[in-house]
């Protein structure tokens, strides 16, 4: 007779399950539809607004709406918000860095359906 501990033989088992499952099945998590807009954060060194914009809508047409935020001209900066299709954001970013090779990106956020295109 082999010895044996009440304690461990007393205890339930728990069913095993197949490959590292666990015994119960873990919510399903449903996939959000991405937003079809986005607001790319601009930050470029120059107070030329009007120069600026028009640059950007030269290289990046009608895809694109440009708002500026903020001009701090005493560091000779202007923050600017790129608002765009969200497929379009490897295409635009690309034509940034091209046309304003000094331009800083910020913070990217996504545009919910409730948002009016102008």
């Given amino acids: 007779m082999r010895p044996s ?10 069913p095993t399950s197949r490959r590292g499952e666990s015994a119960v099945a873990a919510p399903r998590k449903v996939p959000l539809p991405a937003p079809a807009r986005i ?3 601009l930050g470029v060194s120059s107070v030329e607004v009007f120069a600026l914009r028009r640059t950007l809508h030269q290289v990046l047409g009608g895809r ?3 708002y500026v935020v903020s001009v701090d001209y005493r560091h000779g900066e ?5 608002d765009l299709a969200r497929a379009d954001r490897d295409a635009a970013m690309h034509a940034i860095m091209t046309a304003l090779p000094a331009a ?4 990217t956020t996504a ?3 409730d948002h009016v295109a102008h």
């Fill in 78 to 82: 202007t923050t600017m918000h790129v």
């Fill in 5 to 14: 501990s009440l304690a461990v033989d007393t205890v339930p088992r728990r």
């Fill in 111 to 113: 545009l919910g359906d």
């Fill in 64 to 66: 694109i709406r440009v």
């Fill in 39 to 41: 607001r790319l954060r």
């Fill in 104 to 107: 800083e990106f910020g913070a």
